[in-house]
Protein backbone atom coordinates (compact mmCIF):
# COMPACT_ATOMS: atom_id res chain seq x y z
CA UNK A 1 0.00 0.00 0.00
CA UNK A 2 1.03 3.64 -1.16
CA UNK A 3 0.75 6.12 1.39
CA UNK A 4 2.19 9.43 -0.93
CA UNK A 5 3.12 9.82 -4.31
CA UNK A 6 6.50 11.46 -4.10
CA UNK A 7 7.15 11.77 -8.49
CA UNK A 8 6.05 10.97 -11.36
CA UNK A 9 8.24 11.59 -14.35
CA UNK A 10 7.04 11.41 -17.87
CA UNK A 11 7.98 11.62 -21.82
CA UNK A 12 6.02 10.87 -25.19
CA UNK A 13 7.89 8.51 -27.53
CA UNK A 14 7.67 6.59 -30.79
CA UNK A 15 5.53 9.33 -32.06
CA UNK A 16 4.15 8.67 -34.95
CA UNK A 17 1.47 10.10 -37.75
CA UNK A 18 -0.43 9.06 -40.41
CA UNK A 19 -2.03 11.41 -43.18
CA UNK A 20 -5.92 9.83 -44.11
CA UNK A 21 -5.69 11.97 -47.50
CA UNK A 22 -7.56 9.02 -49.31
CA UNK A 23 -10.72 9.49 -46.90
CA UNK A 24 -10.38 12.89 -45.33
CA UNK A 25 -7.93 15.37 -46.87
CA UNK A 26 -7.67 17.53 -43.31
CA UNK A 27 -7.54 14.47 -41.26
CA UNK A 28 -4.75 12.25 -39.45
CA UNK A 29 -3.75 9.50 -37.08
CA UNK A 30 -1.32 9.91 -34.71
CA UNK A 31 0.16 7.57 -32.61
CA UNK A 32 2.30 7.72 -29.48
CA UNK A 33 3.34 6.24 -26.66
CA UNK A 34 3.63 7.64 -22.68
CA UNK A 35 6.05 6.57 -20.89
CA UNK A 36 6.68 7.25 -17.58
CA UNK A 37 8.23 6.46 -13.67
CA UNK A 38 6.13 6.70 -10.57
CA UNK A 39 7.96 6.64 -7.43
CA UNK A 40 5.74 6.08 -4.17
CA UNK A 41 5.95 5.59 -0.34
CA UNK A 42 5.05 2.76 0.80
CA UNK A 43 4.11 1.81 4.61
CA UNK A 44 7.39 1.24 5.57
CA UNK A 45 8.58 4.14 4.59
CA UNK A 46 10.27 2.98 1.45
CA UNK A 47 10.42 4.70 -1.95
CA UNK A 48 9.61 2.19 -4.73
CA UNK A 49 9.84 2.64 -8.04
CA UNK A 50 7.58 1.25 -10.73
CA UNK A 51 7.66 2.21 -14.87
CA UNK A 52 4.52 1.86 -17.46
CA UNK A 53 3.71 2.79 -21.00
CA UNK A 54 0.77 4.13 -21.33
CA UNK A 55 -0.31 4.28 -25.03
CA UNK A 56 -2.58 6.31 -27.02
CA UNK A 57 -3.81 7.01 -30.22
CA UNK A 58 -6.08 10.36 -31.62
CA UNK A 59 -7.63 10.90 -34.96
CA UNK A 60 -7.88 15.16 -35.39
CA UNK A 61 -9.46 16.94 -38.15
CA UNK A 62 -8.05 20.10 -39.06
CA UNK A 63 -9.46 23.16 -40.33
CA UNK A 64 -7.48 23.30 -43.13
CA UNK A 65 -6.62 21.06 -45.89
CA UNK A 66 -2.91 19.05 -45.17
CA UNK A 67 -0.12 19.25 -47.42
CA UNK A 68 1.60 15.95 -46.74
CA UNK A 69 5.23 17.19 -48.00
CA UNK A 70 5.45 20.02 -44.70
CA UNK A 71 3.24 18.31 -42.51
CA UNK A 72 4.97 17.94 -39.03
CA UNK A 73 3.31 16.75 -35.51
CA UNK A 74 4.46 17.76 -32.44
CA UNK A 75 2.99 16.41 -28.31
CA UNK A 76 4.04 18.72 -25.01
CA UNK A 77 2.86 17.23 -21.56
CA UNK A 78 0.51 20.09 -20.34
CA UNK A 79 -0.86 18.50 -17.35
CA UNK A 80 -0.16 15.75 -14.83
CA UNK A 81 -2.48 14.98 -11.94
CA UNK A 82 -3.13 12.07 -9.74
CA UNK A 83 -4.44 10.82 -6.37
CA UNK A 84 -4.34 7.62 -4.65
CA UNK A 85 -7.45 5.24 -4.47
CA UNK A 86 -8.53 1.77 -3.12
CA UNK A 87 -6.76 2.53 0.14
CA UNK A 88 -3.52 3.13 -1.21
CA UNK A 89 -3.40 -0.18 -4.01
CA UNK A 90 -3.76 2.15 -7.01
CA UNK A 91 -3.37 5.59 -8.39
CA UNK A 92 -5.60 7.22 -10.85
CA UNK A 93 -3.72 9.58 -13.01
CA UNK A 94 -5.11 12.73 -15.12
CA UNK A 95 -2.99 13.70 -18.23
CA UNK A 96 -3.41 16.41 -20.26
CA UNK A 97 -1.34 16.34 -23.63
CA UNK A 98 -1.33 19.32 -26.04
CA UNK A 99 -1.16 17.57 -29.83
CA UNK A 100 0.10 20.43 -32.56
CA UNK A 101 -0.40 19.46 -36.02
CA UNK A 102 2.08 21.73 -38.56
CA UNK A 103 0.71 21.27 -42.02
CA UNK A 104 2.39 24.41 -43.31
CA UNK A 105 5.39 26.42 -42.09
CA UNK A 106 3.45 29.45 -40.82
CA UNK A 107 0.35 27.63 -39.78
CA UNK A 108 -0.57 25.59 -36.85
CA UNK A 109 -2.75 23.58 -35.15
CA UNK A 110 -3.18 22.93 -31.90
CA UNK A 111 -5.70 19.77 -30.02
CA UNK A 112 -5.55 18.61 -26.52
CA UNK A 113 -6.11 15.45 -25.63
CA UNK A 114 -7.56 13.96 -22.17
CA UNK A 115 -5.86 10.57 -20.42
CA UNK A 116 -6.90 8.87 -17.59
CA UNK A 117 -5.23 5.86 -16.46
CA UNK A 118 -5.45 3.56 -13.46
CA UNK A 119 -2.64 1.63 -12.29
CA UNK A 120 -2.25 -0.70 -9.44
CA UNK A 121 1.06 -0.37 -7.79
CA UNK A 122 3.21 -3.30 -6.76
CA UNK A 123 5.90 -3.36 -3.89
CA UNK A 124 7.18 -6.23 -5.16
CA UNK A 125 9.44 -5.24 -7.99
CA UNK A 126 12.85 -4.09 -7.29
CA UNK A 127 14.42 -0.95 -8.09
CA UNK A 128 16.89 -2.47 -10.43
CA UNK A 129 13.96 -4.51 -12.26
CA UNK A 130 11.24 -1.79 -12.47
CA UNK A 131 14.39 0.45 -14.67
CA UNK A 132 14.12 -2.55 -17.07
CA UNK A 133 12.70 -2.16 -20.52
CA UNK A 134 11.03 -5.55 -20.11
CA UNK A 135 9.64 -5.08 -17.02
CA UNK A 136 7.37 -1.90 -17.74
CA UNK A 137 3.40 -2.21 -17.80
CA UNK A 138 1.84 -1.64 -21.11
CA UNK A 139 -1.97 0.02 -19.29
CA UNK A 140 -4.70 0.82 -21.43
CA UNK A 141 -5.73 4.08 -20.72
CA UNK A 142 -9.11 6.26 -21.12
CA UNK A 143 -8.60 8.81 -24.04
CA UNK A 144 -10.83 11.85 -24.63
CA UNK A 145 -10.32 14.93 -26.88
CA UNK A 146 -11.01 18.37 -25.64
CA UNK A 147 -12.82 20.40 -27.75
CA UNK A 148 -12.69 22.84 -25.39
CA UNK A 149 -9.85 22.90 -22.67
CA UNK A 150 -10.87 26.08 -20.20
CA UNK A 151 -14.68 24.43 -20.44
CA UNK A 152 -13.37 21.10 -19.63
CA UNK A 153 -11.05 22.40 -16.79
CA UNK A 154 -14.11 23.89 -15.10
CA UNK A 155 -15.82 20.73 -15.54
CA UNK A 156 -13.24 19.14 -13.82
CA UNK A 157 -12.84 21.51 -11.51
CA UNK A 158 -16.26 21.34 -10.48
CA UNK A 159 -16.37 17.52 -10.20
CA UNK A 160 -13.42 17.63 -7.78
CA UNK A 161 -15.59 20.07 -5.72
CA UNK A 162 -18.59 18.15 -5.75
CA UNK A 163 -16.34 14.65 -4.84
CA UNK A 164 -14.43 16.56 -1.91
CA UNK A 165 -18.15 18.10 -0.64
CA UNK A 166 -19.53 14.64 -0.87
CA UNK A 167 -16.21 13.24 1.39
CA UNK A 168 -16.94 15.93 3.56
CA UNK A 169 -20.76 15.40 4.12
CA UNK A 170 -20.17 11.62 4.40
CA UNK A 171 -17.42 12.26 6.66
CA UNK A 172 -19.60 14.85 8.93
CA UNK A 173 -22.67 12.54 8.52
CA UNK A 174 -20.18 10.08 10.16
CA UNK A 175 -18.83 12.17 12.59
CA UNK A 176 -22.91 12.90 13.83
CA UNK A 177 -23.88 9.62 13.77
CA UNK A 178 -21.01 8.64 16.34
CA UNK A 179 -21.51 11.50 18.60
CA UNK A 180 -25.66 10.61 18.24
CA UNK A 181 -24.09 6.89 19.55
CA UNK A 182 -22.53 8.00 22.45
CA UNK A 183 -25.19 10.25 23.68
CA UNK A 184 -26.93 7.63 23.63
CA UNK A 185 -24.90 5.33 25.81
CA UNK A 186 -24.09 7.50 27.87
CA UNK A 187 -27.71 7.91 28.54
CA UNK A 188 -28.37 4.36 28.31
CA UNK A 189 -25.21 3.79 31.11
CA UNK A 190 -26.73 7.22 33.52
CA UNK A 191 -30.16 5.23 33.10
CA UNK A 192 -28.59 2.14 34.82
CA UNK A 193 -27.10 4.23 37.17
CA UNK A 194 -30.08 5.86 38.29
CA UNK A 195 -32.63 2.87 38.68
CA UNK A 196 -29.12 1.38 40.51
CA UNK A 197 -29.43 4.05 42.84
CA UNK A 198 -32.71 4.09 43.46
CA UNK A 199 -32.69 0.34 44.22
CA UNK A 200 -29.92 0.58 46.70
CA UNK A 201 -32.24 3.51 48.24
CA UNK A 202 -34.81 1.48 48.30
CA UNK A 203 -33.07 -1.80 49.57
CA UNK A 204 -31.64 0.89 52.70
CA UNK A 205 -35.09 2.24 52.84
CA UNK A 206 -36.38 -1.42 53.85
CA UNK A 207 -33.30 -2.29 55.68
CA UNK A 208 -33.62 0.83 57.91
CA UNK A 209 -37.69 -0.05 58.28
CA UNK A 210 -36.79 -4.30 59.47
CA UNK A 211 -34.47 -1.81 62.01
CA UNK A 212 -36.94 0.37 63.12
CA UNK A 213 -39.27 -2.20 63.55
CA UNK A 214 -37.13 -4.81 65.93
CA UNK A 215 -36.17 -1.96 67.94
CA UNK A 216 -39.73 -0.79 68.44
CA UNK A 217 -40.46 -4.42 69.43
CA UNK A 218 -37.61 -4.29 71.71
CA UNK A 219 -38.39 -0.86 73.48
CA UNK A 220 -41.81 -2.58 73.93
CA UNK A 221 -41.05 -5.87 75.37
CA UNK A 222 -38.55 -3.63 77.81
CA UNK A 223 -41.36 -1.46 79.18
CA UNK A 224 -44.03 -4.56 79.80
CA UNK A 225 -41.40 -6.29 81.25
CA UNK A 226 -40.32 -9.06 78.89
CA UNK A 227 -37.36 -10.14 79.09
CA UNK A 228 -35.10 -9.45 76.10
CA UNK A 229 -31.45 -10.98 74.63
CA UNK A 230 -29.86 -8.16 76.36
CA UNK A 231 -31.58 -9.16 79.80
CA UNK A 232 -30.44 -12.32 80.01
Known amino acids: MAILIRDILAEITDLTFELVSK ?3 NRIIVNANLKQQLFFVTNDNLVQHQAS ?4 SVTIDTPFLINETYLQVDTIIEHISHRLINNGSQIEEQIIIQVTVIPEKEEFFNQHVHIRNVETLQESI ?3 ESFKEESLKTLEPEIQIIPNLSQFIEEQAQKIFQERMQ ?3 Q ?10 RFEIEDSIREEFAERERNHNY ?3 LKTNKRYAQIREKSIYQRIHGYKTSQDV
Open 23 to 25: LIP
Open 53 to 56: IVPF
Open 126 to 128: SSE
Open 167 to 169: KLE
Open 171 to 180: KFRIMIEESL
Open 202 to 204: YEQ
